[in-house]
């Protein structure tokens, strides 16, 4: 009979902190457990969000997943990701498309193991195209994957109020109010040719699409309840499905 790890047992299902006997266990108990990874970026979030904002946002929903799904183990987040249109802001670091649908692919390969699946949660928008890319070809191979990514209907696009309030929820700490003012405010879509060809900084020169003003944490409370909600929906179907 198995028994659960240590990990687990203590309330922190992470894959990081197992032994491979302990995960080996976990993927192979009864039906399996999903590998749920988290993955963001490392990108300038305005003058009043940390680098690793997408990181972030997508831990924590991963760990909120883990805590209402007891079948899930909670990989370390990969915290590079496709972020070439915030060039020019210090600190951003990249690796581009290509690298970012590869090491995906690589990745899911690799986990094998859990054939219960592996979901893909991701914080950063700019991961979307390759990540699909990534995904349409390990699905072809047969491997059991999805990804997932936040979704609000009034969500502004980068660092504004929607990202200011979820981290205000989330890391309260490192948000620095203070610093906190509205870049660029049109609608993506008029943006989006020049977004494209130039990057953030030809558009906005603080780094915030959108308005942080009257970001609160109550309202990234909601947030993430919202998103949660809908990860948890969509991967319940996702593994009836499977």
């Not at 054939?115 to 491997?143: D, F, M, Q, S, Y």
């Not at 203070?178 to 977004?195: R, V």
Request: glycine content about 12%; some cysteine; charged content about 20%.
């Amino acid at each position: 009979m198995n028994t659960r790890s240590p990990s687990r047992a203590a309330g922190g299902p992470h894959l990081a902190t197992m032994t491979w006997p302990e995960a080996r266990g976990e993927a192979h108990d009864g039906g399996g457990a999903l590998l749920v990874v988290p993955i963001g970026a490392t990108e300038q979030h305005g003058p009043h969000l940390p680098l690793d904002t997408d990181s972030r946002v997508a831990v924590a929903l991963a760990d909120e997943l883990a805590r209402r799904r007891p079948d899930v183990v909670v990989a370390p987040v990969l915290a590079y990701g496709s972020s070439g249109e915030h060039a020019g802001f210090t600190g951003t670091l990249s690796i581009g498309r290509d690298a970012f649908e590869h090491l995906i692919i690589e990745l899911v390969r690799s986990a094998d193991d859990w054939h219960a699946g592996i979901v893909l949660v991701c914080g950063h928008g700019g991961n979307a195209a390759p990540l699909e890319k990534a995904i349409a070809r390990l699905v072809v191979e047969g491997r059991r994957v999805m990804a997932w990514y936040p979704r609000l209907a009034e969500a502004d696009a980068h660092a504004g109020r929607t990202e200011t309030s979820l981290m205000l929820a989330i890391a309260p700490e490192l948000v620095r109010l203070d610093q906190a003012a509205p870049g660029t405010t049109e609608p993506l879509s008029a943006l989006a040719h020049t977004l494209r060809a130039e990057g953030v900084r030809a558009i906005s020169p603080n780094g915030v699409l959108g308005d942080p003003t009257g970001a609160s944490d109550e309202e990234g409370r909601q947030l993430l309840e919202t998103l949660s909600d809908n990860l948890e929906t969509t991967v319940a179907g996702w593994v009836a499905g499977v």
